[in-house]
C-alpha cells in the first residue's frame, strides 16, 4: 500500500472518543476525553447518559476551529437521572474541527455521573 493510500484510509476513517465516567461538579468542566478532533468529518454526534440513580446534571456542547476559542454550539440542556440525550452538528457546526462536552451538577453538591460517546465520520 502506498504513502497516499495510507493517508486517504486515514482520512476517510471515523473518530471516535469514548471517555470514563465523569463526576459532575458545581461548576462547568470538560468531561476528561470528550476532545473529538472532526477534521475533514462532515458528520459529528455526541451521546451522554445520566448514569446516576437520583442526581440531574447539565450539560452543553462546544466547539473550536483552533482547539483554543472555544464556543457554545449547542446550548445547556438538563438531564434527568438514569436518563440519555443526543447532539447531532449541523452543517454549519461541522465547518468547527474541535468538539467537546462540558457537564455540571444541576443541583449544587449532588453530583452525577456523565457516560459520554462522540464520532466523526465522512
Request: aromatic residues 8%; glycine residues 8%.
Given at each position: 500500500m502506498s504513502a497516499r493510500d495510507t493517508e486517504i484510509l486515514e482520512t476517510l476513517?471515523?473518530?471516535s472518543v469514548a471517555p470514563a465516567n465523569f463526576t459532575t461538579a458545581n461548576a462547568y468542566a470538560d468531561?476528561?476525553?470528550?476532545?473529538?478532533?472532526?477534521?475533514?468529518?462532515?458528520?459529528?454526534?455526541?451521546?451522554?447518559?445520566?448514569?446516576?440513580?437520583a442526581n440531574g446534571i447539565t450539560?452543553?456542547?462546544?466547539?473550536s476551529i483552533d482547539d483554543s476559542t472555544y464556543i457554545e454550539v449547542e446550548a445547556e440542556a438538563t438531564l434527568a437521572a438514569e436518563t440519555a440525550a443526543s447532539w447531532v452538528a449541523s452543517e454549519v457546526e461541522t465547518s468547527y474541527r474541535y468538539f467537546k462536552i462540558?457537564?455540571?451538577?444541576?443541583?449544587?453538591?449532588s453530583h452525577g455521573t456523565a457516560q459520554?460517546?462522540?464520532?466523526?465520520?465522512?
Open positions: 476513517a471515523p473518530k468531561v476528561t476525553g470528550s476532545k473529538l478532533d472532526a477534521e475533514g468529518k462532515t458528520r459529528v454526534v455526541f451521546t451522554i447518559y445520566n448514569a446516576h440513580a450539560w452543553k456542547v462546544l466547539a462540558q457537564a455540571k451538577s444541576t443541583v449544587g453538591n459520554v460517546r462522540g464520532y466523526a465520520k465522512m
